[in-house]
């Protein structure tokens, strides 16, 4: 197979296609070469020599997101006949057009066959000279095709089912990596064309295609991770400053870090942002008086941190610190390491579970823990219901009721005053469509392959009552992941990390601590290891905070390394 390129601009969007195939190699050329001559600047001319490799390159093309605008086939091919793959390469491009070419004492099959599969013209063997018999037919099939405006999508293509769990986590995943991506269910025909042409079974999904055609089968984040251009592996083995997490305590450190010199490499589990990224609108963060999302918010930092010489590595989980000397060591899941002169852990907080039954199983199938965002175009029109009486729960519920037909916030409490802003809760009240129920709980979930109902419970009457729902998303406060930090750094109960002078009791540090000087404000147990934002025990749980502490904690670093 040949395929025209454009070299003046390879970076373009690929031009749409004009794809030839016959058997023999003279015609197959001086078909190509005709087409090419007259149509090379606007189409790329793609040519094969038999039925199977045109639908090769078909497959290829289709998973790259090319359009294809017309299909030029011999009727008289061994094998597999213009036809058959006439009719093949209808599955994968509806919309292209479809001519056959036959010698005279074909015609009358060409005729039938316009039937048979739906075949725009036949056009007479030999077409000599093209300007008459071969580019007026083309001529007209090109302006039909425009007229139905296929335009191609150069981005990555998520093909999954509505109700699964791992295809709900895979948008998640690169909403929240800011990876464009477009969604196709599986039970959709264009769905069901990208499938065939990866070969990939509707029960192998979620499928992915990158923009430049790979397909990818559920894979792991961390595969996702490196295919879709995010960067996976450190390019050093020795930094500065390491800094775990990347919500806005590990990115404000970054920005703060590598904007001040440090060699400083930021290592995030999931996706930068932290919950910060799944917040829909931040009201109370300075500069902002119309509100930010945080998506945004965190993604002009995660850029600002780049720009800065930051090394931003993704989908690896920190799971071990150790101090080997002046070093201090930080190690990954599978087994990897990095050594660095300080770290900042800026590891943050994740939502509790919701333990009433049912619920694991249909978490990702119409339960989800905090992240609106992504599943709110599924909820329109429907009743969504919400658990959870603080701001993250506000949020979601004015989000959420732009499309939703009610929202119904289930709040365990007699009110949301005791945890929610009192703006929020002004929102809330001038929006029609939400309800606000509390002292009520949720003890079970039910549903086949997706949530259709909830089992709620009256605290106060100790009522119980089963109510259709399709939607439920869960905010019910956070713990913080620091479980791998055990007998490394003091926490506290909760498993907050405690730090500066929360680690000196009756003015002493805590045992263990051997320097001569007091731990700095927000270092931890270990001489250059610092804590900034949720993780950090009494923390203020903002963003602002978050982002102050990890700009804090750079400065104290460099006092640090001063005294080393
Ligand atoms: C829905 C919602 C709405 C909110 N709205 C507001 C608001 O309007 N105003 C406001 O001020 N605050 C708001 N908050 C709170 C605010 O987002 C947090 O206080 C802030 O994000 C804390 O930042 P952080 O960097 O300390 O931690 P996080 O944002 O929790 O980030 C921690 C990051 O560390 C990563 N991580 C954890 N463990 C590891 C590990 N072992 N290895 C590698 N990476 C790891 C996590 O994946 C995560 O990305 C909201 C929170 C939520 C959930």
């Given at each position: 197979?040949?395929?025209?390129?454009?070299?003046?601009?390879?970076?373009?969007?690929?031009?749409p296609s004009i794809l030839t195939v016959d058997d023999d190699p003279g015609v197959s050329r001086a078909v190509a070469r005709d087409l090419r001559r007259h149509y090379g600047d606007r189409y790329r001319i793609v040519r094969a020599e038999s039925g199977e490799?045109?639908?090769?390159?078909?497959?290829?093309?289709?998973?790259?997101?090319?359009?294809?605008?017309?299909?030029?086939?011999?009727?008289?091919?061994?094998?597999?006949?213009?036809?058959?793959?006439?009719?093949?390469?209808?599955?994968?491009?509806?919309?292209?057009?479809?001519?056959l070419l036959t010698a005279y004492a074909?015609?009358?099959?060409?005729?039938?066959?316009?039937?048979?599969?739906?075949?725009?013209?036949?056009?007479?063997?030999?077409?000599?000279?093209?300007?008459?018999?071969?580019?007026?037919?083309?001529d007209n099939q090109l302006e039909s095709w425009r007229a139905v405006d296929y335009r191609p999508i150069q981005e990555t293509k998520v093909v999954g089912h509505r109700w699964s769990a791992r295809s709900s986590a895979v948008r998640e995943f690169l909403a929240r990596n800011q990876v464009p991506y477009r969604w196709y269910s599986s039970d959709t025909p264009e769905g069901a064309r990208l499938l065939d042409a990866a070969s990939v079974d509707a029960r192998t999904l979620p499928l992915i295609v990158t923009p430049d055609g790979d397909p990818l089968v559920a894979p792991t984040d961390a595969e996702l991770?490196?295919?879709?251009?995010?960067?996976?592996?450190?390019?050093?083995?020795?930094?500065?400053?390491?800094?775990?997490?990347?919500g806005p305590a590990g990115l404000g450190a970054a920005v703060y870090g590598a904007s001040e010199g440090l060699r400083t490499v930021l290592v995030e589990a999931i996706a930068t942002g932290g919950q910060a990224g799944q917040s829909s609108r931040i009201e109370n963060y300075l500069g902002f008086p119309d509100g930010v999302s945080g998506a945004q918010l965190t993604e002009r930092a995660r850029r600002q941190a780049v720009k800065f010489g930051a090394e931003l590595i993704t989908t690896r989980d920190v799971v071990a610190l150790e101090a080997n000397g002046a070093a201090r060591t930080v190690r990954f899941a599978d087994g990897a390491w990095i050594d660095g002169h300080t770290v900042?852990?800026?590891?943050?907080?994740?939502?509790?579970?919701?333990?009433?039954?049912?619920?694991?199983?249909?978490t990702g199938r119409g339960v989800y823990y905090g992240s609106a965002l992504t599943e709110a175009a599924n909820c329109?029109?429907?009743?969504?219901?919400?658990?959870?009486?603080?701001?993250?729960?506000?949020?979601?519920?004015?989000?959420?009721?732009?499309?939703?037909?009610?929202v119904t916030i289930l709040v365990r409490g007699k009110s949301l005053q005791e945890s929610m802003s009192y703006y929020l809760i002004q929102q809330i009240g001038e929006i029609k469509n939400i309800n606000v129920r509390t002292c009520t709980e949720v003890i079970e979930a039910h549903g086949e392959d997706h949530l259709e109902?909830?089992?709620?419970?009256?605290?106060?009457?100790?009522?119980?009552?089963?109510?259709?729902?399709?939607?439920?998303?869960?905010?019910?406060?956070?713990?913080?992941?620091?479980?791998?930090?055990?007998?490394?750094?003091?926490?506290?109960?909760?498993?907050?990390?405690?730090?500066?002078?929360?680690?000196?009791?009756?003015?002493?540090?805590?045992?263990?601590?051997?320097?001569?000087?007091?731990?700095?404000?927000?270092?931890?147990?270990?001489?250059?290891?610092?804590?900034?934002?949720?993780?950090?025990?009494?923390?203020?749980?903002?963003?602002?905070?978050?982002?102050?502490?990890?700009?804090?904690?750079?400065?104290?670093?460099?006092?640090?390394?001063?005294?080393?």
């Open positions: 197979m040949a395929a025209a390129t454009n070299p003046a601009n390879p970076t373009a969007p690929a031009r490799q045109a639908l090769d390159a078909l497959r290829e093309m289709k998973l790259r997101g090319d359009t294809v605008a017309v299909l030029l086939a011999d009727y008289r091919m061994p094998q597999m006949s213009g036809l058959q793959f006439l009719e093949a390469a209808m599955d994968l491009y509806p919309q292209a057009r479809r001519i074909d015609t009358g099959a060409a005729i039938e066959a316009i039937n048979v599969v739906d075949l725009d013209y036949y056009l007479l063997k030999p077409w000599d000279p093209p300007e008459e018999k071969l580019y007026p037919v083309i991770a490196a295919r879709v251009g995010l960067s996976t592996q450190p390019s050093s083995d020795f930094y500065d400053l390491i800094v775990v997490g990347g900042i852990l800026a590891t943050g907080v994740s939502y509790r579970q919701l333990g009433a039954a049912g619920l694991d199983r249909l329109a029109e429907q009743d969504v219901y919400i658990v959870g009486g603080a701001n993250s729960a506000g949020q979601a519920a004015v989000y959420l009721a732009r499309g939703a037909r009610s109902r909830l089992t709620l419970r009256d605290s106060t009457t100790g009522e119980i009552e089963q109510v259709a729902a399709g939607w439920l998303f869960v905010f019910i406060g956070a713990l913080p992941r620091t479980d791998w930090l055990d007998g490394m750094v003091v926490r506290d109960r909760r498993g907050f990390v405690v730090a500066g002078p929360d680690l000196t009791v009756d003015g002493q540090p805590v045992p263990g601590w051997d320097l001569d000087r007091q731990p700095f404000h927000l270092e931890t147990s270990v001489p250059g290891v610092f804590v900034a934002g949720d993780a950090r025990a009494e923390s203020a749980k903002r963003v602002a905070s978050a982002v102050g502490e990890g700009a804090m904690a750079v400065m104290l670093v460099h006092r640090y390394l001063e005294g080393l």
